[in-house]
């Protein structure tokens, strides 16, 4: 059985960047950053009130002072007046500060006659006044390279005045559920059939890493039927199989994708859960088997499947696992030869003190239930002696 740790540099080491193209900005959320996105403009281009006011100077802004209003510049609508000592101009929120002015003087604390305002209260330099470039300038970088598009993302390079933004292509990964007993949720299941979570839960990880992943139709434990899956596969970017990829009579994902020129890196590795995974190429398509216990293909999938879909998307990969550091909230016992994944609930501390990691007393890895209230995996190294609550540790935090 290969080291954890070794599978996945080999996996890394065989993915390359599948290439770029431009989207609109409106077609940019999800998407990941090809290049670093500088401002085009300055936010806001020119001071502007946060307010709706009258526009003064501060040497003025007494309570009971009186002000010749000498104009209004609606926002979009700048005046080319200059405020002088003894005026105002009338102004919105967004109305850019005419010359002269360095305050503004909410309408709320001011009350206007005709053409002449009185302040109901003093006020200061500066106040509800957005300066130029408050936000960023011309030239700032705003988003680095490698970046996940989020909605604040996209705001951010429409005020910076991109229209289209260079992106990664969404790798194509395809997702192939194999066996005689698996069913589409929803399906009418006989009394023995298993829904499939394991590829719902694993394309619902790639969208949210910016893949397009692709639910290929469910394969049965044969070889005609999993050759027919394969066969529409070599367009893909990657290809993610769950089940058969064990020792049993029906274990067929493997010989079946070897018979369709697989060449073999490795199959199974000193993990818990996921011992089963195997790992290949198939022409250009690297081919990821995982185990069929859904917990299993999903740990797999968080372990080696997403590291592998940012380098497909141009992402800097750390070399090891990013793990933090957290106390065992229980005694845990010895562990044998596998790097153990244990589902483990979290508890918070106070004064920056590590959480509390206590696993589930179940760890089964078709259990789905535990899984989703985990917040955790405990990752225990392959021989480690029986621990003590309140000893240091490692963890990996769930999506
Ligand atoms: N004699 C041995 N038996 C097993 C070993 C072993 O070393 N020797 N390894 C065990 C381990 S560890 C795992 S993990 C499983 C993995 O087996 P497979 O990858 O061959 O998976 P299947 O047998 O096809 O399925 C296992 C289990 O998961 C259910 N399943 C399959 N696909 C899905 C899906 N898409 N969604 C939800 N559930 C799924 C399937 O019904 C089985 O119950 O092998 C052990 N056996
Ligand atoms: O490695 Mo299996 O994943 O124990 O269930």
Same mark, same amino acid.
């Given at each position: ?9 080999? /996996? ?43 526009? &003064? ?18 926002? #979009?609508?700048?005046? @080319? ?13 967004? @109305? ?30 500066? $106040? ?27 705001? &951010?390079? !429409? ?48 969208? @949210? ?19 027919? !899956? ?11 199989? /769950?089940? #058969? ?28 859960? #996921? ?13 990821? #088997? ?7 293909? &999903? ?12 380098? *497909? ?13 957290? *106390? ?8 044998? $030869? ?24 179940? $760890?089964?890895?078709? $259990? ?32």
């Amino acid at each position: 059985m290969l080291d954890v740790a070794i599978a996945r540099a080999r /996996i890394l080491e065989k993915i390359s960047p599948c290439g770029l193209e431009t989207v609109s900005l409106a077609n940019g959320c999800g998407r990941v950053l090809a290049s670093p996105l500088s401002a085009r403009l300055s936010n806001p281009p020119v001071s502007v009130s946060s307010m709706d006011g009258y526009a &003064l100077k501060a040497e003025d802004a007494r309570e009971g002072a009186v002000l010749r209003i000498i104009g209004e510049a609606p926002a #979009g609508h700048p005046s @080319s007046q200059t405020v002088e000592r003894g005026t105002c101009l009338r102004l919105f929120t967004g @109305s850019q500060i005419p010359a002269g002015a360095d305050m503004v003087m909410i309408q709320e604390n001011v009350r206007r006659e005709g053409e002449s305002a009185t302040l109901l209260s003093a006020g200061r330099q500066g $106040q509800f006044i957005r300066h130029a470039g408050q936000d960023f300038h011309t030239g700032d970088t705003l988003l680095p390279a490698g970046r996940l598009l989020g909605p604040r993302d996209i705001g &951010l390079a !429409a005020a910076g005045g991109h229209i289209w933004l260079p992106v990664s292509r969404r790798p194509r990964i395809g997702v192939l559920a194999t066996g005689d007993e698996i069913v589409l949720p929803g399906d009418p299941a006989s009394a023995d059939s298993i829904v499939n979570s394991g590829a719902f839960m694993i394309i619902a990880l790639l969208q @949210s890493l910016g893949a397009e992943a692709i639910l290929l139709p469910l394969a049965q434990d044969n070889a005609d039927s999993l050759s027919a !899956a394969i066969a529409q596969t070599h367009t893909l970017d990657m290809l993610v199989t /769950i089940g #058969g990829a064990s020792v049993g009579t029906y274990d067929r994902v493997r010989s079946t994708l070897e018979a369709h020129g697989l060449t073999l890196d490795f199959w199974k590795i000193a993990m818990r859960p #996921g011992k089963p995974l195997m790992f290949g190429q198939l022409g250009h398509t690297p081919v990821l #088997g995982l185990p069929g216990n859904p917990v299993a293909a &999903l740990v797999c999938s968080l372990i080696f499947v997403a590291p592998a879909l940012r380098k *497909l998307l141009g992402q800097t990969v750390p070399e090891e696992m990013e793990t933090e550091p957290a *106390l065992l909230g229980a005694d845990v016992g010895e562990n044998d $030869q596998r790097l153990d994944f244990m589902r483990c609930r979290l508890t918070p501390q106070s004064n920056g003190h590590p959480p509390l990691v206590t696993p589930f007393s179940s $760890q089964d890895s078709a $259990q789905l239930n535990i899984f989703a209230q985990s917040q955790a995996l405990l990752l225990r190294a392959p021989f480690a002696p029986a621990e003590k609550a309140g000893t240091p540790c490692r963890i990996l935090r769930l999506p």
